[in-house]
Nanobody, 127 residues
């Protein structure tokens, strides 16, 4: 699976952005997907995840109520709608596809559950 994330940019605090992650291959619907982010000087951290069917979603507490993850399996795309953005949301955002057979549901926020990563898209939120 190859992943390409896009949609990042510069936005003022309180604004919105929608990130997209396009996956190659015909088996996209078999993979759970996640979004992670890495701020300057910090470790990469979990943001949100979605099951292969889209029924189950998970969020880090820092984005609950502001971000929404969704997917369109017909378009091989997963989305991250980000509303009410804050300066602390500034980071490079990465999409990832899970490692099949990794018992992903046990810990969807764990990076080791993901085998495929996109190149990242930069989100900058100005105050």
């Amino acid at each position: 699976v190859q992943l390409q994330a896009f949609g990042g940019g510069l936005v003022q605090a309180g604004g919105s952005l929608r990130l997209s992650c396009l996956a190659s291959g015909r088996t996209f619907s078999s993979y759970a997907m996640g979004w992670f982010r890495q701020a300057p000087g910090k470790e990469r951290e979990f943001v949100a995840a979605i099951s292969w069917s889209g029924v189950s979603t998970y969020y880090d507490d820092s984005v609950k109520g502001r971000f929404t993850i969704s997917r369109d399996n017909a378009k091989n795309t997963v989305y991250l709608q980000m509303n009410n953005l804050k300066p602390e949301d500034t980071a490079v955002y990465y999409c990832a596809a899970n490692q099949l057979g990794s018992r992903w549901h046990d810990a969807p926020g764990t990076q080791s559950k993901y085998a495929y990563w996109g190149q990242g898209t930069l989100v900058t939120v100005s105050s």
